[in-house]
């Protein structure tokens, strides 16, 4: 009996807690990340709040402890963000180096004039889904981040296809092929 009423009284001392310290948290956190991810944050907080069995603390301790902590996870979320774009970055940089290298032989690669088709055969070898993030990305367009909402996915899991697209194509193609459709594409 004794146990229920300790975890009772310890389940309405965090949702008080809760309900007191989560909207100012929020507000906190979403001037540094997007709400989606403000919410996450605050959310995880609480849950170690709840797991490490902190309640315990003094009220001031406490509140510094969750500011901390959500200010912690904002800062460890920016830096992760960060890293994946200095990453994508890096990718974009090397493509359009491959593609200034391309314009040294681009003589006789414009001379066939069914290299569109030939390339676009390459294509129609690609998944369903790949094709239509393809064309999505590559003949309306279209950023990943409006792909990703149109087909229900993350923005990073559109980057990720495309950057499994250009690698198939990169493996199908030849090299001068590869690069004028990197040109073709992004002209």
């Not at 009772?8 to 906190?28: E, G, N």
């Not at 690609?126 to 094709?131: A, F, G, P, V, Y």
């Not at 990703?148 to 990073?156: F, G, I, N, T, Y």
Request: hydrophobic share 45%.
């Amino acid at each position: 009996m004794a146990f229920n009423q300790a975890t009772t009284k310890r389940y309405a001392d965090y949702q008080r807690i809760y309900v007191t310290y989560s909207p100012m948290l929020l507000r906190f956190a979403e001037k540094y990340v997007s709400l989606p991810t403000a919410e996450d944050l605050v959310h995880d907080t609480f849950l170690k709040l709840w797991d490490k069995q902190l309640l315990v603390l003094p009220e001031n301790d406490l509140k510094n402890l969750l500011y901390a902590t959500v200010r912690n996870a904002c800062i460890d979320h920016l830096r992760k963000q960060k890293f994946e774009n200095e990453t994508l970055d890096s990718r974009s940089v090397q493509l359009k180096l491959e593609e200034l290298a391309f314009f040294k032989d681009a003589e006789a690669v414009f001379m066939r004039k069914d290299l569109i088709e030939y390339i676009m055969e390459k294509v129609a070898k690609l998944t369903e889904r790949q094709q239509q993030i393809f064309k999505m990305a590559y003949i309306e367009g279209m950023k990943s981040a409006e792909i990703a909402v149109e087909l229900h996915l993350s923005p990073r899991t559109v980057e990720n296809q495309l950057y499994r697209i250009v690698l198939n194509l990169r493996q199908q193609l030849e090299e001068h092929l590869f690069l004028f459709l990197l040109l073709f594409l992004n002209g």
